[in-house]
Every structure is written in C-alpha cells, then in structure tokens.
C-alpha cells in the first residue's frame, strides 16, 4: 500500500487562521519537523510548522507536571476554549506571570506591536483601575509570583510612581517592569527612583538588535544608542534587568549569540528572554508554513551561535512545555557554568524516586521544580541554587547572589496559525483585562482586545 509523505502523531483543536472558529487539527512529522494540518470547512486546508526539532517536541512531552490552579476562578465554562478566558474552571494552570497593562499609549509606534499601541492610541488607566487590577491578582493567586507592569510603554502614565507605590505594597513576590527603556536612557534620576524599589524588582528591557536596519524596522526607529544609555544607567545602579528579544525570521536571528555574549557583560543583567514574534497586531504577509520561528528554531540557533551552552542545557518548563524553555547558569569568576544540564527529567518529576542525581535529598525535587517554573524569579531561586552549589564538582560558592546567576528563557506565544488547545489550556502568562478578567497571553490578543470583543461574540453565537 503507499505510503503518506508525512508520520501522524496527535491529534488537537486549532483555529483557522481567517474565521477565528475552531477546527480538527493533526499533528504530523515531515522531513524532521513538525506541522498542523487543518481544515476549514469555509477557508480550507492550513499548513502550519510548529516545531523544528521532532526529537525535542516528543520530549517536551515528558515535562509535564500537576496543574497548579488559582485560588479561583473568574468565569464560566460555558463556550468551550478559547471562548471562555477569564480565568475558567478549565484553565489548567495558574497565573506565574501577569500582566499589568496600565497604558495603551507609547512613545513609540513599532511594526511589531501586538497591542497596537502608538502615542495617541487609547487611553491611561485611573490608578484605581491599577489597583483593582492588581488586588484581582491577588484575590486569584494569593502570594503571586511575578506581576509585570506593562502598557503601551508604562513609564509614559502620568500616575507611574504612584502606581509602583501601590504594586509594592501588595503582597507580590518579584515586581517587573516591562519597557523600551526611553525614560531610562534620557533621566538618570528616574533610573535612581527606579532601584528604590529592589530588591524583587527587575526590568524588562526590549533589547531587539544591534542593527539600524533591523530596528527601524522592527521599532520603527533607530534605538542603539537609546539601549546603551539605557544600559548604562542600570548598570550603574545595579538594577536587576532582563534583555527581552522579540525575533522575527530572517531579521535578527542572526544575533542571538551575540546578544547572550553581550548580555553576559553587563554588571545589571540576569538574562536574556526571546520571544519569538506572535502573529498579531501589525504583523502582516506571513506564510505559516515556512515563515514562523519556532520555539525549537530558536533553541537550535542558540546551541549554534552560543558557546555556552548545550542541548541539555535548554530544557522545556514543566508549568508549560510546549510554550516555554529555560537554561539557568552560574556567573563566578568570570567563567559561565550551565545548571541546567545536572537535571534528570524523571528525578525532577517522578515522586515515586527519592534521590536526584547529585543529591541524595527527596525534598530537593519539589524546589527544582519550583525553581524551573517561569512563577519563581531568578532572585527567588538563589537559596536553591546555594545548596545545589555546593555538590557541583569542583565549584565553591558560599556567597552566591542574584549577580552570579544567569538565565535564558524561550517564551512562544501561540497565534491563530498555530493555535493548540492542549498547550493553551497550560498558558501561564496572563493579562488582568480592563473588565477584571485573567486571561491568557494569547487569547487576549486573538479575542480580549477592544476592537476584537464584537466579533467574540459571533463566534459565540456560532455565526
């Protein structure tokens, strides 16, 4: 009998990409990568890649762990996903990081933005809407983990320190500001305002390119010199600070390497997140099948273009692995030592093992896992990491602190094109929305979002 040209793996529920409405979708192995194959009984047959590493896309499998849920929930199941967001008692994981937005506006207009946001686009939300916003947070998550306050560009609120003001009174592990760094660079006494908030408080810091062309491209401006003041006004304040990379194909993958060797030299930063460009907003022309970069792609241009570090070195998160990967490393002395390798997926999550590969210690597996989920900061893991120091060969490090850690996150957020309801129901990453809803990431965008709310509710209505 023929053969197919490709291998069926699993079956899921996808979106079609045009009518937003839910489709039968396969997933298929062909010429060493992995697809969606879907059809539209109105816009026919989609063809989307999804990963580029068959071997990694079958382990990523092996990282799941038990769903930890919120305390509550904030809507009902009645649509069926992704039509019920808010969250709904069929969401499978709790909120590690959520997203304040307290701005539409920004100072800036980029060609990427999933938000739309632009300097007259919406409005600024009331400080009381702010804390409303975060007191749902709280009411949902209890201690939560890590709050990121986010816009627009927030640092243009008029309100902004009062804002922090109140962030920081609620009982939130690791506060994050989410920037383009525009203020930063042109006002060294809101940078020195800024590092009155450490410790559990890190900036987000979009960190794209080294390149004109690519940045005007991508930001619609030439931001280099606006990184390195940036950058130098953190360093000189010690302000904790994560590079956050939005790449695009063929546009700046090329550098992946060179920013995690750059990012290594600067005094103020704890690591690098790259977050493959969500197909949203103003992107336009975008073939799925050839065009995504996918979280695996990403993976493989990091084992390529950096020295550092090793396929056993970026491992899925098991809170959501099919959306994120995380590498941890030591910085001491100069030198830069990978953790993430001395991991054994089955001691990290196996309960019926009592010993990990490095330490005869049943109780260190609850805080490895607690450690390689996106819900503990980096800063949140050093007691950890001091006992997991000390049975590395040959490494001493009995003062290791938050500046001798390292940490490269692979953050995929799901589009229309390769929407997957298994992978969604495990998104970790919320929006609190302005109607008090927490909700995914990606859905926000696809559904949530002012302008798409009308159109929600037709799907709803099944027109």
Not at 155 to 178: G, W
Not at 192 to 201: G, I
Not at 251 to 269: M, R, S, W
Not at 271 to 282: L, W
């Amino acid at each position: 009998m023929p053969n197919r040209p490709y291998t069926y793996f699993d079956f899921t529920l996808s979106l079609c990409s045009t009518c937003l409405k839910r489709v039968d979708t396969k997933i298929v192995f062909e010429n060493e990568q992995v697809f969606m194959f879907k059809n539209c009984p109105e816009h026919g047959f989609e063809k989307v890649l999804i990963a580029t590493d068959v071997e990694y896309y079958r382990n990523a499998r092996n990282y799941a762990k038990p769903s930890e849920i919120p305390l509550k929930f904030n809507t009902d199941t009645h649509y069926g996903c992704p039509y019920d967001c808010g969250l709904c008692p069929d969401h499978e994981q709790h909120s590690c990081l959520t997203v304040v937005e307290i701005t539409d506006r920004c100072n800036l207009t980029c060609p990427t933005c999933y938000a739309m946001s632009s300097p007259s686009y919406g409005r600024h939300r009331s400080v009381a809407e702010v804390e409303r916003m975060l007191d749902i947070i709280v009411a949902n998550e209890g201690t939560p983990d890590v709050v990121q306050i986010s816009g627009g560009e927030p640092t243009v609120h008029p309100d902004f320190f009062e804002i922090l003001d109140i962030a920081k009174s609620k009982p939130i592990r690791h506060l994050m500001l989410n920037t383009n760094g525009i203020r930063i660079a042109k006002d060294e006494e809101f940078t020195a305002r800024l590092a009155t908030y450490a410790p559990d408080f890190e900036i987000y810091l979009q960190f794209d390119s080294f390149k004109k062309e690519v940045l005007e491209q991508m930001r619609g401006a030439d931001l280099r010199e606006v990184r390195m003041k940036a950058l130098a006004n953190l360093n000189k304040y010690n302000l904790s600070t994560t590079l956050v990379v939005t790449l695009q194909k063929g546009l700046n993958t090329d550098e992946i390497g060179a920013i995690i060797d750059f990012a290594l030299t600067q005094k103020c930063v704890r690591g690098v997140t790259f977050q493959p460009v969500q197909v949203a907003g103003r992107i336009e022309n975008f073939n799925p099948a050839t065009d995504r970069y996918t979280l695996t792609e990403c993976r493989q241009d990091i084992l390529a273009q950096s020295t550092i570090f090793e396929p056993a070195d970026i491992i899925p998160v098991p809170c959501n692995p099919d959306a994120l990967a995380m590498a941890y490393a030591l910085k001491l002395d100069g030198a830069v030592m990978p953790l993430t390798r001395y991991i054994d997926p089955s001691d990290l999550l196996d309960n019926s093992k009592n010993t990990i590969v490095y330490e005869q210690d049943e109780h260190l597996r609850e805080r490895m896992v607690q450690l390689f989920s996106t819900g503990n900061s980096v800063e949140c893991a050093t007691n950890e990491l001091q006992e997991i120091m000390c049975c590395l060969p040959k490494i001493q490090a009995p003062n290791l602190g938050y500046e001798n850690l390292f940490r490269i996150i692979i953050m995929r957020f799901i589009d229309a094109y390769d929407f997957d309801v298994r992978a969604i129901k495990k998104s970790c990453v919320h929006i609190v929305s302005k109607e008090g809803k927490i909700i995914p990431f990606e859905t926000m965008n696809l559904f949530y979002r002012d302008e798409k709310q009308a159109y929600l509710e037709e799907l709803r209505k099944g027109k």
